[in-house]
């Protein structure tokens, strides 16, 4: 592989990378909006998501295959991260009656 | 450009509906049940035919074995996150939207 530096050829394989960013970056009101803290959790794992998806549609087309190793990380720390949140932040105060502020 | 290239290129762009999607449904929908609902198409589908565009224009099968890991792991990231969340929200007495 040849290392380039400065900006990357741009090609035709980019558009769909730059779509998905778009509705991905949409999607982020929720983070404003959203009632619950579970809803702003919901926009970050669409941001995972789309950031895998970006990640390896970048790796086909700036033909760099670290890239895909980079969306695996992505890919196992968002199963990490909802299942930390659901098990310490949200889900601990079951039926006391005493819920903590969801605005946090 | 080969045939190959050029399926995996159709893929690519089948997989933007499925995630355009996947965010308007999680601002539009009411709740966060709904919500969760319009979130996993996005998981599941919209990354399952990126992954797939990728393998076909991908040169070496490791890489595709690769990407199926990923996309793997997305799923169950998905699956869990989904029923996680939602049991969280059930026994936080948040109840699912009903037609007013």
Not at chain 1, 1 to 16: A, C, D, E, L, S
Not at chain 1, 73 to 85: R, S
């Amino acid at each position: 592989m040849i290392t380039r530096w400065g900006p990357p050829k741009v090609n035709h394989y980019m558009w769909p990378a730059l779509l998905i960013l778009i509705s991905v970056v949409v999607g982020l009101i929720r983070i404003l909006k959203g009632p619950t803290a579970a809803d702003r959790m919901l926009a970050a794992q669409l941001f995972g998501t789309g950031g895998v998806a970006i990640l390896l549609i970048l790796a086909q087309a700036m033909q760099m295959p670290s890239l895909v190793d980079v969306a695996l990380i992505y890919a196992l720390l968002a199963a990490i991260t909802m299942v930390v949140f659901v098990r310490r932040q949200w889900g601990s105060h079951e039926n006391t009656g005493e819920m903590k502020d969801e605005s946090h | 450009m080969s045939l190959t290239d050029l399926l995996g290129s159709f893929l690519l762009l089948l997989a933007i509906p499925f995630f355009w999607g996947g965010s308007l449904g999680l601002l539009r929908f009411p709740d966060i049940y709904t919500r969760l609902h319009a979130l996993t198409k996005a998981d599941n589908l919209g990354l399952g035919l990126v992954v797939a565009g990728s393998i076909l224009m991908s040169k070496e099968w490791t890489v595709g074995v690769k990407l199926l890991l990923i996309w793997l792991a997305v799923l169950v990231a998905s699956t869990i996150s989904c029923y996680l969340i939602a049991n969280a929200a059930h026994k936080r007495k948040i109840n699912p939207w009903k037609l007013p």
